[in-house]
Structure formats: C-alpha cells, structure tokens
C-alpha cells in the first residue's frame, strides 16, 4: 500500500463468513451435533480471516468485538450484567447456554451449568427482539428495572482485542454506547426511565476502557447512534456525564464517537462539546453534515472520521466526485485530523462481489460490497493524500457511475406512464371497515377468535434439497412442482385436521417472502452468496432493485387455486407487500424511495385483481417492515408514512367489499403510528405480540381501532413450545384491551424457520386454546 494514504477505519464487517459459516456453526451448535469448543474454534478461525482480509484491502483501523455470536446488544447486556433473573444467572463468568437462553428462550426444566440453576415451568421465554433503528437488522432489547445494578461480567471484548493482538494486529475495540444501550432498553414500569441508570452502569464501562487501555489498546470506538435521534435535555446530559466520567478516569485512551443512520442535527453542539478524540458522522444518509461540521468551530485535536461509502446499500461510489467533494473539507482539517470510513458498519452488506457467478454484467459493474467497498475507501484515502497511483482506478470508478447512469436498463416508460396515471379511487375500498365486516362475516360464518396462521410452514432439509436439487437441474420441473404439490397437500390437510379456521398453502414453492416476488418482477436482480445477518443465524439475500418495476405475469394465482382446490375451507392467497419489498432490498439509489414503492405498489395490485378474479376470498398483503422504514426524526414521519401507505392502499383496494384483506406487520412500537396502521385500512392486521405480553396492543386499544386483529400468542423465534395454559393467558391479556369480536388467534410470523416437531404441537396447543377461549365467553 502507498505511504500516501490517509487513514483508512472500516466500523465494522460482515460475521457470518463467506458461506454463512456462522449460520453453520450455530445451528449444529444449537442442534447438539457439534461441541461449543467446535463453535468457538469456528468463530475464531472467522475473526482471523475478517482481520486478514481487511489489512489486504487497505484499512488501517481494523475494528474487533464487531464480531457476535448473536447481537452486539445482547453482548452488551452480557458485558453489563443486565441478566433478567428468568435465566438463573447468580453472577460469574455467563455461559453460552445463559447468553443463547436470553436470545432463543429456553424450554421446560434446564439446569444451566455456569449457575447450577434449574428453569422449571414454561422454562425462560426469549428476549423482546426489535429492529435496530431503520434496518432490517435486530436486537434483543435489554431490560432495565429501577435501582438496577450492573457488574463487568463478560471479557469478549477483552479477549477478542488480545486474540488480535496475538495474530499482529493493532485493533481498535468496538463497544455499544451507555447512552445509546440503555436508550434501546426497555422496563417493565413504563413510567422508568432507563437513561436514569447512567451512573450505575458507567463504572462497567470504565472497567472496560481501563482493562483495554492496560492491554496496549490506544483508540477505542463508541457506538452512538443515539445523537442521530430526537434527544431530550436528561439524554444529552448522560451523554456529557458518561463521557466526562471517561475523559477523567481512562485519560490514556483515545474515544472515535461514532454515529450513524442520519444526521446529528441538534444533537451537533452536544457531540462537539463531550471530551472525545474522533466524531465519526455519517456522510452518505446526511451529507448535508459535510457542511455543517466544516463551518462550526471545533477543537484542533478533533478528528473526524468521514463516512462516505455506502454502508447500508450495495451501489459502487463515484470516486472521482466524492474526491471533489472532499479535498476543500480535508484541506481545512488537515490530513491529521481526517479519516476515511464507511457511512456505518458493513454488517448490512454482502461480503464478496466476486463470489456472484451469474449477475447480469453490466449491473456487477456498478455494484460494490464489503470488499469492494473497503478497496473503495483506500482508493479514496490514496487519492486525497495526493497518490496519483489510483488514477486508473478513479477513471474507472466514474465510467461505471456515467454507464450506470444512462443505461437503457433502468428506464422503462411504460411504468413512468402508468405512475402518472394513478387517482384517488385507486387509494381506497369502495366501502368503510363496518360495511365491509358484515358482509364478510355473512360470507365465511368463522367461529369467535378465529384460527390462522402467518403464511409459511417448515422449510425441511428436504425441501430444501429439492430446491437445490432443481437449481441444479437434477430434478425436473415436473419432478419438482409434484414435490411441492405433495408438501403442500399434505401440509392442507394436516391444518384440517387440527382445526385451523383459516388456512394456508406453506409457501414451500418460496425461497424468501421477497425473493419470490423479485424474480417474478421486472427491475430485480438477484445473487447466489450475497447473504446478510438478519439476527442470530438468520440471514437473508435482499434482492437488488437497479431499475424501473413491473409484473410480467401472475406470480401467486396458480399455486393458490391449486392450494384452494384441496380444501373447502377459506385459503389465504399470500402477498409480500410493496413497502416491504422495498425495505427488505437494496434499492436504487438515482430515484426517491417513494417513487420505487408506487411502481411495487402497482405491479402488486395486478397481482390482487388476478387473484380475486380467480376466486381468492382471503388475500394477506404482508407488510412486516413497515414500522422498520421510519424515519429516525419524527419530523420526517408523515412524508415516509403517507407514501408508504399510499402504496398499501394502491396495490389493495382494488377488491370487492367481500373479499377479506389482511396484512401481517413484525415487532414494532406501534403507538406513534397508529394513525398510519388504520389509515392501511386492511380488515385483519396480525402483529408479534408474544413477547412484548401484549403491550404492543396497548396503541390499538387507546386508539380503539376498528377493524380485526390476531396478536401473537407463539413465538416462532424461538425453539420453546408454549404450553395451551400459557396462549390463553395471553388472550387473556390480549381480551383486556380488545373486543372478543376483533380477536384472531396466530403465531407471531410465519414458521418457516422452525421445525415440524416444534410447530406441531406448538399450533395444536394454538387451536386447542381457542376452543378453550369459545367454551368459555
């Protein structure tokens, strides 16, 4: 690498290795087919190849405690002390049998090894589990109590800045903030503040910083994300006490603060004041901070690291512009006082472009991933240094961004033509909620607390084999669709059978809930490996939205008549909705958002109108990451939420009176946008409420929506099965804030995660509550 560099910090990457090794280890971890000693030999040997790939690309500050076995925030909460007594935990070293308890739940009566405590009952339900901020990534929310103590009871991030130094590198220690942890959190008494709990927790963390500054680590990176937020006068003051408290007792180690998602904004004069020795600002979401940051008066020792590549998305940057827009800000700073980063941590992104076989040439051209992407940010340091070196790589940075720009393959006219096209009766149901309901209700004549389930059913090893099977043409079409066909009739007639209400085909022809759609669309691309960590071992493959959407030819109809045919009871023809399909990919970035949503949003509407004509009475329109695309500012609220439920509406209105609309929607905090969930107007909303005990009903119950809602009584993001007592007690709960007329009975999501042994008596304990509930009222 050229002398002739400034530095060069990556934030963080990717941890589930090239072929999802990670996803591997765990699963067989969890499964009892391989040793925990196997499992941290496996993430070792990940953590090695992430610190090696990254000195070979050119970054400078290689990060470490990036890496987790589940979540940076259960790290934290481990890291802290913050245990809930539900797992048995009495202090001391936290096994992997505590920490995958907390993430997955754990069930029956199990006597953890690292307390001698034995669960007894239902056992310990998982965590409460949300997004983190406006992605698609989650956490497990912690969960505070008033007068709560922390103590320093995980070494990870110790051990894993020794494990690197080992091997020769110098790293620089990533830690979830205390403002930022405690603001994630959560407690019981909603009058509690967590924020409150700053002083108790800042010793740990000052423990922390001590012992890495004693170990040779000279900078450490503090995530706070939190300043891009709406922040009160207590949380700014947390922010300057906590870290005051740092400066004063750990004087020896550097502090980069690091934000992202969005702009400081009025948090800017706060972030400058704390005594730290880098900001880190996100220049790709806000880069109007670039200006801001230039004319405010800051210290002379400040660094600021510049995040300007892409994080988040996948779109190779124009080098040349970026070094323009650049060079005026680090000649006033000064080469010293500047580093180069991504815009957040590459956790969200692929990891190789290179591993993508059979992309479309010219779209891999303009495409950029975690590697690429840490080249990208040494191409640019390089070049804002002065080393002409790079200039055939600058040159060829902006012939992709000048191709990309003007390729035919992006712009469709007929879909611009219909857009213009759309009026105020393709934004609403020819009738109000109440009008429709009683004609609904004359239609299908459902029992009271009605019976459903989300959408899917187990995706076994062997329909999953089946489908690598057919990708590799070793089985047929033929072959194939009969092996479909047979999983779905068998998969009907077993929801028969147990006296589900409401039934579904188990979508065992869908790789992914947006995958499906994408391929059957115009404007998609999709990869082989460019996987990405949702939670734990779950990983997705977002498409990628490059150009102009539309619908070619039905997607659904066929598999949903012939799913209809089996039974004579009503079949749910399932969608993935267009606000979900756009959040859940990587999504062009040369048109606003909004405008990508429409073109979904039309194409789905087809899609609706085919299935009606074809006889579909129940037609679910998922739009699970809704909530998750909201805007971190509420000032921003109503513009994202009023495009967002235009394009419900768009593609779901055009229905009779009679034919029955639902959605589903994931964990969220739906209070603040209530008004936006009954606006969608579908006739039954399913939510995950399990884990939150129902208070996530709470907003629709002071709202008093209208239409019907099936809350969640079984978690299906763990491995416990609940018992029929513990689902009643949740309708119960449920039954406090909602009328016994509004109520279905559901999983929280669909089980295609989860295994037959586990859904089957899960889902017949499901029906065997609803009977229960009905004998009862």
């Known amino acids: 690498m050229s002398s002739l560099s400034l530095p060069v910090a990556t934030l963080g990457t990717p941890r589930i290795g090239p072929r999802r090794e990670l996803k591997t280890a765990l699963e067989s971890y969890w499964a009892g087919k391989t040793s925990q000693q196997q499992l941290l030999e496996t993430a070792f040997g990940l953590r090695t190849a992430n610190w090696a790939r990254q ?7 290689i990060p470490s405690n990036d890496f987790s076995f589940y979540d940076q925030v259960l790290d934290t909460s481990v890291m802290v002390g913050a245990i809930p007594e539900a797992y048995g935990w009495k202090g001391g070293p936290v096994s992997l049998k505590t920490y995958f308890a907390m993430a997955r739940g754990s069930q029956g009566e199990e006597q953890d090894a690292s307390c001698g405590h034995t669960h007894h009952g239902h056992g310990a339900a998982a965590q409460e589990m949300t997004k983190w901020f406006d992605t698609n990534y989650h956490y497990m929310v912690p969960e505070f109590q008033m007068g709560q103590t922390f103590k320093f009871s995980s070494r990870k991030a110790i051990e894993e800045y020794d494990e690197a130094k080992a091997l020769g590198y110098q790293t620089r220690p990533v830690l979830v903030g205390p403002v930022t942890f405690l603001k994630l959190g959560k407690s019981a008494d ?8 700053l002083e108790s927790l800042v010793p740990v963390y000052v423990e922390v910083l001590q012992e890495l500054a004693r170990r040779g680590a000279e900078w450490v990176q503090i995530d706070e994300p939190c300043l891009v937020l709406d922040l009160d006068d207590a ?9 005051a408290r740092f400066a004063q007792e750990v004087p020896g180690i550097k502090i980069m603060l690091t934000t992202y998602f969005g702009a400081i904004g009025d948090n800017l004069a706060t972030a400058l004041a704390l005594p730290v020795a880098g900001l880190h600002v996100d220049l790709v979401r806000a880069p109007h901070q670039l200006s801001q940051i230039a004319a405010s008066s800051i210290r002379s020792d400040l660094v600021i690291s510049l995040g300007v590549i892409d994080g988040r998305n996948v779109w190779r940057s124009n080098l040349p512009a970026l070094v323009d827009r650049l060079k005026p800000v680090v000649a006033k700073l000064g080469e010293g006082r500047v580093q180069i980063a991504p815009s957040c941590s590459m956790l969200h992104i692929p990891i190789n472009l290179e591993l993508e076989t059979a992309l479309d040439p010219d779209v891999k051209s303009w495409l950029s991933f975690s590697v690429q992407k840490i080249g990208e940010l040494s191409i640019l340091a390089r070049a804002l240094a002065g080393d002409t070196g790079v200039a055939n790589a600058l040159g060829a940075s902006e012939r992709a961004a000048t191709a990309r720009k003007t390729s035919p393959k992006i712009h469709d006219a007929a879909v611009a033509k219909r857009l213009a096209a759309i009026d105020p009766a393709m934004r609403s149901r020819k009738s109000a909620f109440a009008s429709r309901a009683e004609v ?4 299908f004549g459902l029992p009271a607390f009605p019976t459903t389930t989300i959408g899917s059913f187990p995706q076994t090893a062997d329909v999953r084999n089946a489908r690598a099977a057919h990708a590799k043409g070793k089985l047929s079409d033929a072959q194939y669709e009969q092996f479909l066909k047979e999983e779905t009739a068998r998969t009907v007639r077993w929801q028969e059978e147990i006296g589900l209400d409401v039934l579904v085909h188990g979508e065992f022809e869908r790789n992914d809930m947006v995958q499906y759609f994408g391929e059957q669309l115009s404007g998609f691309v999709f990869t082989q490996h460019a996987w990405v960590q949702s939670y734990g071992s779950r990983c997705v493959r977002p498409p990628i939205l490059f150009g102009d959407v539309s619908r070619p030819k039905p997607m659904t109809v066929e598999w949903w008549r012939y799913s209809q045919s089996l039974t004579k009871k009503p079949m749910k023809a399932m969608l993935t909705g267009p606000v979900t399909i756009l959040n859940w990919s990587f999504v062009r970035d040369d048109m606003p958002r909004s405008e990508a949503c429409r073109q979904i949003a039309l194409a789905l509407r087809d899609e609706v109108t085919d299935l009606e004509k074809a006889g579909a009475t129940m037609i679910q329109i998922d739009e699970a990451a809704l909530r998750e695309g909201l805007p971190l500012r509420r000032s921003d609220w109503k513009t994202y939420l009023d495009w967002a439920v235009e394009s419900f509406r768009i593609c779901s209105t055009g229905v009779a009176d009679a034919t029955q609309i639902h959605t589903h929607m994931c964990y969220s905090e739906f209070n603040a946008i209530i008004d936006a969930i009954a606006a969608m107007d579908a006739d039954v909303i399913s939510l995950e409420t399990s884990r939150s005990k129902m208070e996530l009903l709470d907003a629709f119950t002071s709202f008093k929506y209208p239409n019907d809602i099936g809350p969640g009584i079984y978690d299906i993001h763990s491995p416990r099965v609940p ?20 109520l279905w009975i559901n999983p929280d999501c669909g089980l295609k995660t989860r295994s037959w042994e586990e859904v089957r008596p899960a889902l017949v304990n499901m029906v065997a509550a609803a009977r229960e509930l009905r004998k009862a009222s």
């Open 55 to 61: 000195k070979s690309l050119g970054a400078t500050i």
């Open 440 to 443: 609904q209700r004359k239609r």
């Open 723 to 742: 018992d029929t007592t513990e689902m009643k007690e949740l309708m119960t709960l449920a039954r406090k804030r909602l009328s016994d007329s509004q």
């Open 190 to 197: 909603a009058s509690f503040d967590p924020v409150s709990l």
């Open 235 to 243: 949380a700014r003051g947390a922010l300057r006490r906590a870290y």
